[in-house]
Antibody
Framework: QVQLVESGGGLVKPGGSLRLSCAASGFTFSDYYMSWIRQAPGKGLEWVSYISSSGSTIYYADSVKGRFTISRDNAKNSLYLQMNSLRAEDTAVYYC?????????????WGQGTLVTVSS | SSELTQDPAVSVALGQTVRITCQGDSLRSYYASWYQQKPGQAPVLVIYGKNNRPSGIPDRFSGSSSGNTASLTITGAQAEDEADYYCNSRDNSGNHVVFGGGTKLTVL
């Protein structure tokens, strides 16, 4: 069965960095586009970033552009999110999600999420 | 980027039909997807495209769209349908994704 397992969350000070990972299993990872989506405590969902199956196409939300970097290693069935210059408003549960197809924005499987807390 | 607007809260009597709506300019170009999220859990895709349900989603869930408005309809709401529901779509630029603010559904 399809599984997505995020890791790497934790407490970090403002201005600090963190790298999230998402381990995929149960499907051919290299065939699928992937995204990161976040949810601040008690708030709604916010799309963060998208990467195509080969990694050749990448998009970012305006709120993270220039600070976050999405990447993937198809040989390791893994998705990553490098987060730099973190701010308090980046505090959220971060989910990795599989794109249903190339239509973008249709997420058919989600991980359980990893909590990132940015606080001094 | 464009925005998607949802009513913050909706209620429905057990067994009745409820419609949750989502409005935004991007919906004139792109279909909405709908997600169900229960407390402490990851979202689950319930409707995508014109009116498609992923495997395992009950057929009481259906979707429709007209102009700048997408709708999720639950026909015969069950207690287990009580959850937050989010719509999303690509935005007008085509290279971002936007989510609605979410609708909290209460089943009375």
């Amino acid at each position: 069965q399809v599984q997505l397992v995020e890791s790497g969350g934790g407490l970090v000070k403002p201005g600090g960095s963190l790298r999230l990972s998402c381990a995929a299993s149960g499907f051919t990872f290299s065939d699928y586009y992937m995204s990161w989506i976040r949810q601040a405590p008690g708030k709604g969902l916010e799309w963060v970033s998208y990467i195509s199956s080969s990694g050749s196409t990448i998009y970012y939300a305006d709120s993270v552009k220039g600070r976050f970097t999405i990447s993937r290693d198809n040989a390791k069935n893994s998705l990553y999110l490098q987060m730099n210059s973190l701010r308090a408003e980046d505090t959220a549960v971060y989910y990795c999600a599989r794109e249903l197809d190339t239509a973008m924005g249709r997420f058919d499987y989600w991980g359980q999420g990893t909590l990132v807390t940015v606080s001094s | 980027s464009s925005e998607l607007t949802q009513d913050p809260a909706v209620s429905v009597a057990l067994g009745q039909t409820v419609r949750i709506t989502c409005q935004g300019d991007s919906l004139r170009s792109y279909y909405a997807s709908w997600y169900q999220q229960k407390p402490g859990q990851a979202p689950v895709l319930v409707i995508y495209g014109k009116n498609n349900r992923p495997s395992g989603i009950p057929d009481r869930f259906s979707g429709s769209s007209s102009g700048n408005t997408a709708s999720l309809t639950i026909t015969g709401a069950q207690a287990e349908d009580e959850a937050d529901y989010y719509c999303n779509s690509r935005d007008n630029s085509g290279n971002h994704v936007v989510f609605g603010g979410g609708t909290k559904l209460t089943v009375l």
